[in-house]
Every structure is written in structure tokens, then in C-alpha cells.
């Protein structure tokens, strides 16, 4: 009997993990920066390159930070959601333009409309790597002290809102 | 070139083995691609450096390659940020360092020996050490099934006629 039991054991074991491997999405890197301090820069903006853009601007702020690109059809595909985020106003979102062109990335806001209270410009990707982007669009929920506390890998969607980023928002506005 | 060609060609033809042929034709366009022009290294002993380096890490893109030799943009930009930091004077350890601070330890191709791999390193060894304490144990048991029975006198007769015969042949 222990014959047959024992193979029918492993195999099912066997069949359980391979279940577990399929259902996780290997590009789901977990971040290395959550509780940790966002990452310094100093960008220019989008609309007004002159005007340079550092963090410590949005001290005492909750704040989503959204890289995305006008060459990347996910973040085109994000952005109406993002525009219903900014309408509710439940949490400001600043933009990091990633590796993106002036001119393209204005027209794709003008085209689709401007969820973001301002833009920075990291078109040579510095800052990207310095944050740990691995694709666009990711989205970082960064505290009034600036540390970072959640990041969403991917298009952000009303399941995720709800459940994840807008209690964390209202936590950390007390 | 193509005079040799064409007469292993002619031979190949004769001896059917266009498959052959096919074959080594097949392949010109990779000899092609392998001998095109690399982009100039500005110092090429940093450029080497930076390579070694970078097989040891993960290109997040195309998380099976290394970032050496990954083509995706972002690989492009973290060699770039690597080369930079070399420049700057930068140890290979305070880059690695960095760059996990930013993107975890998924970034490092090797996988470090912490709690976290104990399994992925030491598994093998447990189930190499579990099949040998199996075999072991069959083995026994399989000695144990065998039952040495003691030849009958015809039997022995037999066996010393036979045994006898092959000594004369040998002898002989």
C-alpha cells in the first residue's frame, strides 16, 4: 500500500508547489526601500525646467509618486485612473517623467489630460535607479517626513487604492 | 572561399548530406554577428572591470540574464551607473552595496547564504543525504531476504563433475 501512498505524496507536493510558482508574478521584485528615506534629488520641472524640484518640497505632505513615461502604453493605460485619483483629491500625485522627452511627455499631458501636481524630469534615469524603478509605471506612498511606505509595482487600480494605499494615506495624515 | 564551397558542396551533394550543408551555411550569419563592432570604450580597463562586475548581478528586465548581458534600456543605465561610480573611485563592494540598498538582494545573480536561502543552498544536500540513508536501507533489506540454501549432495556432485571437466580443459 506505502508503495503507491508514499509517490502520490511527493507528486501532490510536487503539484502544490509548482500551483504556488504559477500563481506569483516573478517581476513583483519586493522593495528594498520600504521604511527607508525616499532617496534624494534636485530635477527640474516639467512645464518650467527651471524651476528645480527637490523632496524636502513635499515635506509635510502624504504623496504618491508616480513614474511613468509617454513611450509606455501601461502608463497611458493607468492614466484616467490617475486623473480620477487627483479629481477626489485624496492624495496628491507628483510625476517623474522617466526617460521620456520634454516635448512628448507635454503632449501626451495635454492629450490625456494632467493628474500631477507637478512633474520632475529625470530623463537620463538617474533618479529611477536611485529609487529602484524597474519598469514603468510604479508608484511610491511617501510620508510627511519623507520616508517611503508603500510601492505598487504596475498600474495602480481601484482594488489597490482602496485596500492598500488610501487606509495607509489616512494613517499616516493623523 | 567560394570556389572551396562550392567543391564541398559538389561533395557533399554527391554523398546525399545536404543537410549538412545546410547546416554549415546556416551558421555564416552567426560568425557575422559575433564579429560586429563594439562600442569604444573610453577606458577599457575600467570597461572590463565594470563587465566582471556586472555578470555578477541580475538585469531586473530579464531577470534570467545577467546585467552584463542584457540589452534592456535600464541594464544600459545601471552599467552606466556603475561605470560612474568606478570613475568616481568607488569600490566594487560600495557598489554592490548600493545597488542592493536599492533593489534588494534579487539584484544579486549569485544568491547570498543567509536564513532566507538556507533551503535553496542546503536543500540539495539534504535530499542527496535522504536518498542515500534510502538506498542504504534497501540494501539491507534486500541482504536480509536472501536466503543462502546449502546444495544438496547430487547437487555438489554435479557441481565438482563440472568443475573437474573445465580443470582437464584447462590443463589440456
Redesign the interface.
Known amino acids: 500500500m506505502s508503495r503507491f501512498v508514499i509517490p502520490l505524496v511527493l507528486f501532490l507536493a510536487l503539484v502544490v508547489f509548482l500551483a504556488i510558482g504559477l500563481g506569483r508574478d516573478?517581476?513583483l521584485?519586493?522593495?528594498?526601500?520600504i521604511n527607508?528615506a525616499a532617496?534624494d534629488f534636485a530635477l527640474p520641472e516639467l512645464r518650467e525646467p527651471t524651476r528645480i524640484i527637490t523632496p524636502q518640497q513635499m515635506r509635510g505632505k502624504v504623496w504618491l509618486l508616480n513614474v511613468w513615461g509617454s513611450w509606455c502604453p501601461a502608463c497611458r493605460e493607468e492614466h484616467p485612473y490617475l486623473i480620477e485619483i487627483a479629481r477626489s483629491g485624496a492624495v496628491p500625485i507628483y510625476g517623474l517623467s522617466w526617460?521620456d522627452k520634454r516635448e512628448d511627455a507635454l503632449a501626451t499631458l495635454s492629450e490625456l489630460g494632467d493628474p500631477y501636481v507637478l512633474n520632475m524630469s529625470d530623463f537620463?534615469?538617474?533618479v529611477?535607479?536611485?529609487?529602484?524603478?524597474?519598469?514603468a509605471p510604479e508608484t511610491y506612498l511617501i510620508d510627511k517626513n519623507g520616508i517611503i511606505r508603500y510601492k505598487e509595482v504596475g498600474q495602480l487600480n481601484p482594488e489597490v487604492m482602496k485596500q492598500k494605499i488610501l487606509p495607509l494615506v489616512q494613517e499616516l495624515n493623523r | 572561399m567560394n570556389l572551396l564551397v562550392l567543391t564541398a558542396a559538389r561533395d557533399l551533394l554527391k554523398m546525399k548530406s545536404c543537410f549538412l550543408l545546410l547546416v554549415i551555411l546556416a551558421s555564416f550569419p552567426l560568425f557575422a554577428i559575433a564579429k560586429e563592432a563594439q562600442p569604444l570604450a573610453v577606458d577599457p580597463a575600467l570597461e572590463e572591470r565594470m563587465m566582471k562586475l556586472s555578470k555578477e548581478l541580475r538585469c531586473l528586465v530579464c531577470q534570467n540574464e545577467t546585467l552584463a548581458d542584457s540589452r534592456a534600456d535600464l541594464a544600459e543605465d545601471l552599467r552606466g551607473q556603475i561605470r560612474e561610480q568606478m570613475k568616481a573611485g568607488k569600490t566594487d563592494k560600495e557598489i554592490i552595496e548600493y545597488l542592493t540598498a536599492r533593489y534588494g538582494k534579487f539584484i544579486l545573480y549569485n544568491p547570498p547564504v543567509d536564513p532566507t536561502t538556507y533551503l535553496l543552498w542546503f536543500g540539495p544536500f539534504l535530499l542527496l543525504l535522504a536518498g542515500l540513508f534510502l538506498l542504504f536501507r534497501y540494501v539491507k533489506q534486500r541482504r536480509e531476504l536472501i536466503v543462502e540454501v546449502p546444495l544438496s549432495a547430487d547437487e555438489r556432485l554435479r557441481a565438482e563433475g563440472l568443475l573437474k571437466a573445465t580443470e582437464g580443459k584447462e590443463t589440456a
Open positions: 516573478p517581476h521584485v519586493p522593495s528594498a526601500l527607508k532617496p526617460k537620463d534615469g538617474r529611477a535607479i536611485d529609487y529602484g524603478i524597474t519598469g
